[in-house]
Each structure stands twice: as C-alpha cells, then as structure tokens.
C-alpha cells in the first residue's frame, strides 16, 4: 500500500521547539516533491514548506528562519524542523507529496492551491503551541 505518514506533533511552550516528520511507504521519495500544509481551526489551509524534485525549497513568509525543511532518503522521510514557536503555528500539519510531472511551480507562494494536486497526502499531526 501506498502510505505517507506524519507524526512528531505535541503540545510546546511558545518558544520551543519540534519536529515533524513525513515517512513515506510503498513508494520512494526520489522523483517526488514534498509539501507541508497546515490548518487552524476557522482558518484557511496554509502551504507551509516544501522541496521540489530540483531539491529548492520553499518557505511561506510567516515561517521562514524559523521552519527548516531537510530530507533522509535512507529513511525516505522529510522533516520540518521548527523552532522559536508561537500560538500562530498552533495548527493540524500536514505533508504532501507530488510526482515530477506535475511540474515546479506549485512549490511557492501558491502552495496552499496545490493541496489537491498532490498525488499522495498523510494523516495530519497536531501542533499545539501555549503561550
């Protein structure tokens, strides 16, 4: 089966850190990229971060020098390394993952459209930051 799975959520002190992970099963992350959305309650979905097959990346403005994307392909997982949290990030996060052909624009400021472009999506994890 083919499966993408999130984890690494949990409750945090603004301030502090965590980091998720996307782990991919029955297919490889080679010749894919990989997204991460998030939704607050009440609130739009966000395109967080993402990697193209090119290896760029992308980081919406809200989190950018704070959200570090990287990847293991020994353990076909992508990270979201995410420190200096705040109550703003409280949110379900999700990750994504797109074949080649869908192209590369989608990993950029329109990220959040492309949700339903991706070929293969993972239970979310939720991220709850206190202040």
């Known amino acids: 089966d083919v499966q993408l799975q999130a984890s690494g959520g949990g409750l945090v002190q603004a301030g502090g850190s965590l980091t998720l992970s996307c782990t991919a099963s029955?297919?490889?992350?080679?010749?894919?990229?990989i997204a991460w959305f998030r939704q607050a309650p009440g609130k739009e979905r966000e395109g967080v971060s993402c990697i193209n097959t090119d290896g760029s990346k992308y980081y919406e403005d809200s989190v950018k020098g704070r959200f570090t994307l990287f990847s293991d392909k020994s353990k076909n997982t992508v990270y979201l390394q995410m420190n200096n949290l705040k109550p703003d990030d409280t949110a379900v996060y999700h990750c994504?993952?797109?074949?080649?052909?869908?192209?590369?624009?989608?990993?950029?400021?329109?990220?959040?459209?492309?949700?339903?472009?991706?070929?293969?999506w993972g239970k979310g994890t939720l991220v709850t930051v206190s202040s």
């Open positions: 994504g993952a797109v074949s080649l052909g869908y192209g590369s624009r989608w990993c950029g400021p329109t990220l959040a459209s492309h949700y339903y472009g991706m070929d293969y």
């Open positions: 029955g297919f490889t992350f080679e010749g894919h990229g």
